[in-house]
């Protein structure tokens, strides 16, 4: 299977594990949109195979946009892309969880962007990582930017029933898209693999993450507590599924 296919691949595989992802993405774009007017430069944390950066992309065509990610598999297929977007896409490997992760954005940063965005990714941090990371943003950000991050942020034992309410949803999300031929998680990294001249990223990979475990889940309040905490004046949700959230921050 080529790259681009495995691109499509992705997009159907998460959308099995979030329902209505296009809707959470358009949220985003539709704030950033909101927010900014003419050129204007995104920095995508954790960007993955680059699915949020190149929605930016697409929608906007004066935006400029840095993914940064510490995935080498998935910066293989997200540098695959930069081509098409002659210049607008830049992507970075660096490590969110080394504090001189700003120092990468040297080079391909001209100013402070305007927005710092991320989807479904800072769950693998910890709370401690996640408010540096928060806090960074916020440094770098310019006046008046905007952090945007949609994830799920699970409910807990305050409100058991709709923690099960949501759960039952999420199953029921996932069958459907697995009856209709959406790939689960495991298929298609093995897939990804499979393609030639990836071994030595795979081996890359799992030095790389040797010993990283996922972090409990997070409830919204903790997300909305480190945006304030890192500084951010205003905090708040822009958009709620369930307990699939995108939280803000606005400098």
Known sequence: MSLAGLIDRWDSQQAAYIADREKRFDAMLDVLGLDNDGDFTVVDLACGPGSLSTRVLDRFDRARVVGIDFDPMLLHV?????????????????????????????????????????????????????????????????????????????????????????????????????????????????????????????????????????????????????LAQAGFGEVGTVWQLSDDYVVYGAK
Do not use: C
């Not at 305050?158 to 898209?177: L, N, Y």
């Open 78 to 226: 997200a540098r695959s892309q930069v081509d098409a977007y002659e210049g607008r896409l830049s992507i970075v490997d660096a490590d969110l969880t080394d504090p001189s992760w700003p120092d990468r954005l040297g080079d391909v940063v001209a100013g402070a962007p305007q927005a710092f965005v991320s989807s479904t990714a800072l769950h693998w941090l910890t709370p401690a990582q996640l408010l540096d990371v928060y806090a960074t943003s916020y440094g770098l950000l310019a006046p008046g930017g905007t952090l945007l991050n949609g994830d799920h942020l699970r409910f807990d034992g305050r409100t058991p029933r709709v923690k099960v309410w949501a759960q039952a949803h999420d199953e029921q999300t996932q069958a459907r898209a697995f009856a209709e031929g959406a790939p689960p998680w495991d298929e298609w990294w093995t897939e990804l693999a499979a393609l030639p001249h990836l071994a030595e990223l795979q081996a890359e990979r799992d030095r790389r993450f040797a010993g990283r475990d996922s972090m409990p889940p997070t409830a919204v309040d903790l997300h909305l507590a480190a």
